[in-house]
């Protein structure tokens, strides 16, 4: 069974960059899927922040695009997210997922992370 | 920014069958892309439901199926049970993004 753990600071001041890492186990991460950053703000829906592939490519959900970073380090079998100049309208519940990328079920995220709740305040 | 519209809640009695539809565009579901399904339950991160627009995962029981049709989507829940009390979110591929885009989600509750 695939397992993906988020990682990272709980708190970020506002104009600040959040950063955040997915630990992957039990998966290669460069078989074949890519690697994806969702976020739920409090009470609301999800929005796709972005998508990056073992090799590197990367996909950026366009109005976040300006302020996003998706990175890879296969050595570690992890991936990770940095958002900056974050404000209070980023605080939000951060998953990593795997994308699925042939087939049916091509374009959906078969296996999350539980979560981590990233707050912006001073 | 969801670019795929659902109702807002949805509500039944158990054993009953509610249904929740997906509306998208000619950049999402109405250019052919799979729409997929997630179950979120309170607390917790989705998980995914249905694929590929009408397939099931292993484990998921055969009283959940889902449709598409045109630009829309929707997911058929049969004998509403109190553990299906979730949020049910829908998504895509939008050409526009070039990404995943997510439907603004469903709020199902068993009355």
């Known amino acids: 069974q695939v397992q993906l753990q988020e990682s990272g600071p709980g708190l970020v001041k506002p104009s600040e960059t959040l950063s955040l890492t997915c630990a992957v186990s039990r998966y290669s991460i460069t078989s074949g899927y890519y690697w994806s950053w969702i976020r739920q703000p409090p009470g609301r829906g999800l929005e796709w922040i972005g998508n990056?592939?073992?090799?590197?490519?990367?996909y950026y959900n366009p109005s976040l695009k300006s302020r996003v970073t998706i990175s890879v380090d296969t050595s570690k079998n992890q991936f990770s997210l940095k958002l900056k100049s974050v404000t209070a309208a980023d605080t939000a519940v951060f998953y990593c997922?795997?994308?699925?990328?042939?087939?049916?079920?091509?374009?959906?995220?078969?296996?999350w992370g539980q979560g981590t709740l990233v707050t912006v305040s001073s | 920014q969801s670019v795929l519209t659902q109702p807002p809640s949805v509500s039944g009695a158990p054993g009953q069958r509610v249904t929740i539809s997906c509306t998208g565009s000619?950049?999402?579901?109405?250019?052919?892309?799979?729409v997929h399904w997630y179950q979120q339950l309170p607390g917790t991160a989705p998980k995914l439901l249905i694929y590929?627009?009408?397939n099931r995962p292993s484990g998921v029981p055969d009283r959940v199926s889902a449709s598409r049709s045109g630009t829309s989507a929707s997911l058929a829940i049969t004998g509403l049970q109190a553990e299906d009390e979730a949020d049910y979110y829908c998504q895509s591929y939008d050409s526009s993004l070039s990404g995943g885009v997510f439907g603004t989600g469903t709020k199902v509750t068993v009355l």
């Open positions: 000619s950049s999402n579901i109405g250019a052919g892309y799979a």
């Open positions: 997922a795997r994308g699925v990328t042939w087939g049916t079920a091509r374009g959906s995220f078969d296996y």
């Open positions: 590929g627009d009408s």
């Open positions: 990056i592939y073992h090799t590197g490519t990367t």
